[in-house]
């Protein structure tokens, strides 16, 4: 009897332990995982990473950098021999350092800068353009980072945006571009139709996509000046939008499935209405 208590509180305890243990670690995992969500940049700054986000930005001689925050793996990788030599503030770090300012999440691949962001230009910087994109209230940033990356790579001469409901210049936006925001002819716009309306005055044949649109977009496509606009994804086109221009156009699908996301549909427009213009 008395063997058999001792053997039963020593399992006892050691079945205790264990619970403890496991509880321990149970309320110590959820701390250990969150992620770090890091800190806003300062006023009037925006704050770029990445490889060939910061690449594009040290070779853009309109981006007014301020600091920046390197491993020693990251400068080596951007040809950065001396941090010490570079015209702003640069510091070697550890990754970690990075993360507090970028989140844990952010792949900032060993490097972030701070910078002043890039002014928008004004629609009279259309002159000789020939593409133009036009997004109607595309707000999600890893979109219009793609976009815009799709628009750089298929020779667009310009990205127009409202001045309202247009995603601001940030890391994520930056990043999803891949060096495409400092290449970009970014046009900023209040009021959408009467910009699109300027479009037609100067030229511009302009061309809604649209999955339901009547015709097919090389079959829409007329003149020399192209500008294709594209709507938000889920709600698409506004009204007001769909009833100013040119006309609505269509991809041609033959899939199951009857739409892209919208920075899909952006490359492939641009590579048709490229095709086209390249045949005049």
């Known amino acids: 009897m008395s063997d058999h208590k001792k053997t039963g509180t020593a399992r006892d305890s050691h079945y205790a332990r264990l619970r403890r243990a496991h509880r321990d670690i149970k309320g110590a995992v959820p701390r250990k995982r969150a992620p770090l969500e890091g800190k806003p940049p300062p006023e009037g700054l925006v704050r770029l990473y990445g490889l060939h986000t ?29 941090v010490t030599a570079l015209p702003f503030p640069a510091k070697l770090v550890e990754p970690k350092e990075i993360e507090t300012l970028t989140g844990s999440e952010a792949v900032h691949q060993g490097v972030v800068i701070e910078a002043k962001p890039l002014k928008a230009n004004p629609l009279d910087k259309l002159q000789h353009a020939s593409l133009v994109l036009v997004l109607d209230q595309v707000t999600d940033p890893h979109n219009v980072g793609a976009i815009m990356r799709s628009a750089v790579a298929f020779g667009a001469d310009a990205l127009m945006t409202t001045a309202r409901h247009s995603p601001a210049e940030t890391g994520v936006l930056a990043k999803s571009a891949s060096g495409a925001l400092e290449h970009v002819n970014h046009i900023e716009v209040r009021n959408l139709a009467a910009a699109i309306e300027d479009l037609h005055k100067a030229g511009f044949h302009t061309v809604g996509l649209d999955s339901e649109g009547p015709q097919e977009l090389e079959e829409s496509l007329v003149g020399s000046r192209i500008a294709l606009v594209l709507g938000a994804e889920g709600k698409g086109l506004r009204q007001k939008t769909r009833e100013t221009v040119n006309a609505l156009a269509r991809l041609d699908l033959p899939g199951e499935i009857r739409s892209l996301n919208v ?18």
Do not use: C, F, W
């Open 54 to 82: 910061v690449r594009a930005a040290l070779d853009n001689p309109k981006r007014v950098i301020h600091d920046m925050l390197v491993t020693r793996n990251a400068a080596q990788r951007l040809g950065i021999e001396d």
């Open 263 to 280: 920075s899909n549909a952006t490359a492939v427009a641009l590579y048709i209405a490229r095709r086209y213009l390249s045949a005049r």
